[in-house]
């Protein structure tokens, strides 16, 4: 009996091998598919990684996380590509700002709100600290830019902003960009921007900042990570100057960028409280050639200061 069931066995074995090899012969040569084509692997900003679309017209980053490093209250970069100027972005969630004490504490330059749309009721307002705000910066000395915290959900209503914020700065002297920045506000329950896609999202970026550009000015897009991840088409906006909020250590946003939000929370001189540090990168000229490449020497209104953006 133990003969008899080791043959059968064998035999069982013989013809389920046979029926393979003919399944393989009818069907074909078995081709791999890449789940991730089309993709590339990025930090997700918590300490693992995530697979986000490639975009191969954008160029990536240049920056090595060995050429940043923290003093206890600022990050530094030590690359010799760039010259990287530290800096804060504040509105009037920062109150009262006592503007030499930050210059004193070595912060360069200021990203300051001018406005905003409420995420709410849909109207706009000039924020109430700016004039405070871009007075003390310049009187400092402070580079300054200045950004609008956008709600549009329409091309209409972003041109809207544009209008409204342009007419708020139209006295300010600027060396820095001006930034569209529009973000999904949470833990406050339904807003009116909930269910913009990202095609309408990149569609409303560009017609506020086309209208600014029209206006004589250099314009740009502040997104973390994962809003320029999963919902900008980056590749509609890759003539903008990128400032990306992606706090950490070192820059991680894959594509390259002049501007890094690298804390949410900082300690500056001459501001109670937490408030958010930067740092600008200018390109470091080859020659002794002192313009900036890629800045236009006539990109702001007359009477302003050319801004002097470069984008790593």
Not at 109 to 118: E, Q, S, V
Not at 210 to 216: D, F, H, L, R, Y
């Amino acid at each position: 009996m133990r003969f008899s069931y080791i043959k059968h066995k064998r035999y069982t074995a013989l013809v389920s091998a046979a029926l393979f090899l003919l399944c393989l012969c009818s069907c074909g040569p078995v081709s791999y598919v890449d789940p991730h084509e089309g993709e590339v692997s990025v930090p997700d900003g918590k300490g693992g990684e995530m697979w986000v679309r490639l975009y191969d017209d954008i160029p990536a980053s240049s920056f090595s996380s060995d050429e940043f490093s923290s003093d206890g209250a600022y990050i530094d970069y030590s690359g010799t590509q760039y010259e990287a100027l530290r800096g804060i972005d504040v509105s009037e969630h920062q109150g009262e700002i006592d503007w030499q004490a930050v210059r004193d504490d070595g912060v360069e330059f200021a990203i300051i709100r001018a406005g905003y749309r409420g995420y709410s009721e849909g109207q706009l307002f000039e924020d109430a600290y700016f004039r405070a705000n871009i007075e003390g910066a310049l009187s400092a000395g402070l580079k300054v830019g200045v950004y609008f915290f956008s709600q549009a959900v329409n091309t209409a209503e972003a041109a809207e902003e544009a209008n409204f914020f342009l007419d708020t700065i139209k006295d300010c002297d600027l060396s820095l960009p001006i930034f569209f920045d529009w973000e999904k506000v949470t833990d406050v329950g339904v807003t009116r921007v909930d269910e913009v896609d990202g095609a309408t999202l990149t569609d409303c970026c560009l017609a506020f900042c086309s209208t600014v550009e029209s206006a004589g000015y250099e314009a740009g897009v502040y997104f973390y990570r994962s809003l320029g991840y999963y919902d900008y088409e980056l590749n509609r906006l890759k003539d903008l100057v990128f400032w990306v909020g992606a706090p950490g250590t070192s820059p991680d946003f894959y594509y390259r960028h002049a501007m890094w939000q690298y804390s949410f929370s900082g300690t500056v001189g001459g501001i109670e409280g937490g408030t958010d540090l930067n740092l600008l990168f200018r390109e470091i000229p080859a020659s002794s050639d002192t313009s900036i490449p890629g800045a236009s020497p006539n990109t702001s209104p007359e009477g302003a200061v050319p801004p002097d953006v470069t984008v790593p």
